[in-house]
């Protein structure tokens, strides 16, 4: 039987893990780097680049290399998030047939998952050339808050990258994982995830190797980008201030003040005070200018205080979700880069009046967890459960357009729900049974996953008839709803598959096409 | 009495679920489904009868009828037609006890135990019986399932929780061969996480334990509280009764975590029943004082208390109605003085009321329509109204024109032709429907 391996699909940086002999190892790419940009570009000869290759051409070839797709896989090119994108991402974004965001470079579209697909087939390489061996199987992780369409379209990209997704678990929860690995007591965790795009919250109880979830919360456009595009916002109108010119229509300009902000913000989270030196940012008719300026410590802080702040405010709202006080939670897991900034630890120390956990790796716990979920479904003597829980509230549209919750989020599955609902029409003779996933008490501001029809109602005023409606969720997360009219006993129902954007015949066409540039890169 | 002791060798009898049977698939009313959930091999056919929902003679006719087709069988061992021991409480089981083994409850359907061991399968045979003996036991009081005392505290709820689930998540056995056990696990997982939020969480856990108290305390005049909890029609709670003069929405998802408690049900359901036959009464007096508004809300109540009465859902139907008139009439009077005063618009909204109580009055909705053209704030609703006006009455020339109008002034050329052509083929003479269509061509 070939391994399972854990891959951590991150907004910025991807990473891999397996378990060997019983110990989870993170696996070092070609480069000799644990976690690999998640990057691809097509470079000015054709060539396509994924990784740090990407990553090292991004300056001078920005508008053909695609960063943070992630914030625009399973989305509807409308949402406000990948409007945002439009303006600040330096590659093109075009509307799909499906009304999904693609990606544009050169003559050639790609869609969201396919670019995932790509990065993933990167992490299967890496691993494969590790092992000396084929993988087919593995466990990815994405935020907590991804909704069912974004979490199909990640396993769509598991699919294009040739990969059998055996689960889709949240980032959390496999810090969680990796956290609870060989521990025997009882307690209860907080992990709090800031990465480059997303930001997660989970509280979590320990128990003997069994695994709770006790609720999750996040905002999927949360992130140490956010914290980037502050400094580099800094940036621009200081440089602006200095020398009288507005580098933002400029994709050079603002690529390369993007990497140095970067660079400044990670540098300042073990030093006071950088430096930041752009010789030939530009230039007008009085020659070259150069931007050079110092940034403290204090003065980060000051501009992104208000990010780390609005983490916090979700954190107390989960806490409240799981009846809980922070004085409950006995430790607080640290994950993604971003929690390496004093200011998030100092903020996340306050709260919850512990210093954070110090034993896992932030940029590679997630992985590690993965993998160790993965390990745990197949072995034969279980000492790791997960017991995981639904994300979102599910239920169904009623009438006047409102929400009827069946499922609440942060409900342990497998579970079953029903309830029973009635017509609001005399003589109504059908129903339809529309399949909403979401938050909002609102029908409308929820996504639809499914609709279906339960017809034969027996004739009757309105509010007579009755009808139960069931929801199943089972361990992998498959959704079946069902309607039954109580009188005549006839039953309807539906398997929610989650649609991605991506029909079953475009997967097989993308997969294809790659497998025709596996092959060129082997060469 | 003597009626009854006619019947006294069927009274007595004891009836169960025929094994393989699923019930969940059959055409039964909520009442009947009701009174099917109540057979556990235990609680004989006299008490059946009281049991509420139907009347005595409908449960002797739907068992029966199920007897008939084989979904009932007549249990093992029942007692006898023994005159002596009829006015006598059962003698056999206590309320809170589980069901003889010789007569399983509806959740152990499955065939006997040895016969689902499957050595192919991979998943122990000793597991095997494990999973076969727990599924058996489901429908036990909630600590039972878990395994922990009556008053365990919540860390050790938890912890069997925990114990329980390592054995029983279906995870267990992931991409194993586990045949028809991979739904039985599903059933004990989704059980014990059902124990374990009413026992974790302090209110329900208190209403849980409530109702084990009442089912133990039971005076044995009292029908016998099966232990077995409503699988055959689990419902949450009962459907609200349809809201009033508001639109009727229907009802919102249930509480979380709502429990499911049979063992109270029982003796809760008597005292609502009391409740609701006072509402019931009052109703029907303002029933015959013609107080129709007053009337429709006692029967409303009485039928939230009593939600399976059938003779309350009958008369309801028809106070309702009677109700929704009054109501729409009131609206409509109030509608036409609005536009004596010049307030279209709250006349409109006061026709839009008066259309929720009585959807179907087409002189209504011919009103709303024409005052929604007029006001031109949302075309979509008056062409609704109009088109159920055509629908109602399509024999009314004016229909047709009205609706034609909102076509036309809604840019839908051919869809207006068609109405205003159909109001003319109706009353040739009709010159305002000429003179749309006149300006409909050239337009």
């Known amino acids: 039987m070939s391994r399972v391996i854990g891959i951590d699909l991150g907004t910025t940086n991807s990473c891999v893990a397996v378990i060997e002999n019983g110990q989870p190892t993170v696996i070092p790419n070609t480069g000799g780097y644990k976690t690999t940009p998640s990057m691809f570009a097509i470079s000015q000869d054709g060539k396509r680049l994924v990784g740090h290759l990407a990553k090292r051409q991004a300056i001078t070839n920005s508008r053909n290399t695609v960063y943070a797709s992630k914030r625009l896989i399973g989305r509807r090119f409308d949402a406000a998030e990948v409007q945002k994108s439009l303006d600040l991402c330096p590659y093109e974004i075009v509307r799909g047939p499906n009304d999904d965001p693609r990606i544009k470079i050169g003559e050639k579209i790609f869609t969201c998952p396919e670019i995932s697909g790509i990065i993933l087939r990167e992490m299967k390489r890496v691993a494969e050339e590790y092992l000396g061996e084929p993988v087919r199987e593995a466990v990815i992780t994405v935020p907590a808050y991804f909704n069912d369409t974004q979490r199909q379209c990640t396993k769509d990209a598991g699919k294009i990258a040739g990969l059998e997704v055996m689960r889709i678990i949240n980032e959390p929860t496999a810090a969680a994982l990796a956290y609870g690995l060989g521990r025997k007591g009882e307690e209860k965790i907080a992990v709090y995830d800031l990465g480059g795009g997303t930001f997660d919250i989970s509280i979590l109880e320990l128990g003997n190797g069994v695994i709770e979830v006790l609720a999750t919360a996040g905002n999927t456009f949360l992130g140490g980008e956010d914290f980037d595009r502050r400094v580099v916002e800094h940036l621009l109108a200081r440089f602006q201030e200095a020398e009288g010119i507005d580098l933002r229509s400029d994709p050079m300009a603002l690529q390369r003040l993007k990497d140095a902000a970067e660079k400044a913000k990670c540098d300042l989270s073990s030093r006071e005070k950088v430096e930041i030196n752009l010789p030939f940012i530009a230039s007008d008719a009085k020659g070259p200018r150069h931007l050079t300026l110092e940034l403290e410590r204090s003065a980060l802080e000051g501009l992104v205080d208000d990010i780390v702040r609005q983490s916090i405010k979700i954190v107390e709202q989960c806490l409240r979700d799981a009846s809980l006080t922070a004085t409950d939670i006995d430790q607080v897991l640290l994950v993604g880069g971003q929690t390496r900034m004093p200011l998030v630890q100092n903020q996340v120390a306050e709260l919850f009046g512990k210093r954070p956990h110090k034993g896992v790796n932030p940029d590679e716990v997630v992985a590690v967890g993965a993998a160790i979920q993965g390990e745990a479904l197949l072995s034969e003597d279980k000492n790791l459960l997960l017991l995981d829980v639904t994300p979102l509230s599910l239920g169904i549209a009623t009438f006047g357009g409102h929400f009827a919750r069946l499922i609440e989020r942060n409900t342990t599955v497998p579970v079953r729900k029903a309830h029973v609902f009635t017509t609001t029409r005399d003589n109504q003779s059908a129903v339809k049974i529309r399949v909403l996933q979401g938050e909002s008490d609102v029908a409308a501001e929820n996504d639809l996953l499914g609709e279906f029809v339960l017809n034969g109602i027996r004739q009757a005023r309105k509010g007579e008839p009755e009808v139960e409606v069931s929801f199943d969720i089972d361990a992998n997360g498959i959704v079946s709803v069902s309607a039954r009219d109580n009188a005549t006993g006839k039953e309807q129902s539906i398997t929610v598959n989650a649609t991605g954007t991506l029909s079953p015949e475009e997967i097989q066409r993308i997969v294809e096409e790659n497998e025709l540039y596996e092959v060129q890169l082997k060469r | 009495m003597h009626a009854m002791g006619s019947e006294a060798p069927s009274e007595a009898r004891v009836v169960r679920l025929a094994p393989g049977c699923n019930p969940a698939r059959l055409p039964l009313s909520p009442a009947e489904g009701y009174l099917l959930s109540r057979i556990d091999g235990a609680t004989p056919w006299r008490l059946l009868r009281e049991i509420g929902g139907l009347t005595p003679e409908d449960v002797d006719r739907c068992l029966e009828r199920w007897i008939d087709q084989g979904i009932l069988l007549v249990a093992d061992g029942a007692p006898g037609p023994n005159g002596a021991k009829r006015s006598a409480p059962p003698a056999s089981p206590r309320p809170a006890e589980p069901p003889a083994a010789a007569a399983p409850a509806p959740a152990a359907l499955a065939s006997r135990p040895e016969e689902a061991i499957d050595a192919s399968l991979e998943i122990p045979v000793e597991a095997q019986r494990r999973i076969l003996a727990f599924e058996a036991k489901l429908d036990r009081p909630y600590h039972e399932i878990l395994g922990v005392a009556k008053d365990a505290d919540a860390r050790t709820v938890k912890r069997a929780y925990f114990e329980l689930s390592k054995e029983y998540h279906p995870d267990r056995y992931f991409r194993k061969r586990v045949g028809r056990h991979g739904e039985r696990l599903e059933r004990i997982f989704r059980k014990v996480l059902e124990a374990y939020e009413l026992l974790a969480d302090p209110t329900t856990r208190a209403e849980v334990q409530r109702s084990l108290d009442a089912a133990a305390a039971a005076p044995p005049a009292a029908p016998p509280s099966p232990p077995t909890p409503l699988s055959v029609v ?131 909705n011919y009103k709303a329509a024409r005052l929604a053209l007029v006001l031109g704030e949302d075309p979509k609703r008056a062409k609704e109204y109009a ?29 207006a032709r068609r109405e205003l052509e159909a109001a003319l083929r109706l009353d040739p003479r009709d010159a305002e429907a000429r003179q749309e269509l006149k300006t409909l061509g050239r337009g």
């Open chain 2, 234 to 364: 689990a419902r949450p709670s009962p459907p609200a009764a349809p809201a009033s003069s508001a639109p009727p929405a229907p009802p919102t998802a249930p509480r979380p975590r709502a429990p499911r408690i049979s063992t109270a049900h029982l003796r809760a359901l008597a005292q609502r029943k009391a409740k609701a036959k006072t509402f019931f009464e009052a109703g029907m007096a303002a029933f015959q004082a013609s107080r129709w508004l007053e009337a429709a809300s006692s029967v409303r109540l009485a039928l939230a208390f009593d939600p399976w009465n059938a003779a309350y859902k009958e008369s309801f139907a028809g106070v309702q109605r009677r109700a929704n008139d009054e109501r729409a009439k009131q609206f409509v009077k109030e509608a036409e003085s609005a536009l004596e005063l010049r307030q279209p618009k709250e006349a409109l909204r006061l026709y839009e009321e008066a259309l929720h109580c009585v959807p179907h009055e087409p002189e209504i």
């Open chain 2, 387 to 415: 088109a159920r006006a055509c629908e109602l009455r399509p024999e009314v020339p004016a229909h047709h024109r009205l609706l034609g109008q909102i076509y036309k002034s809604g840019g839908l050329v051919a869809n």
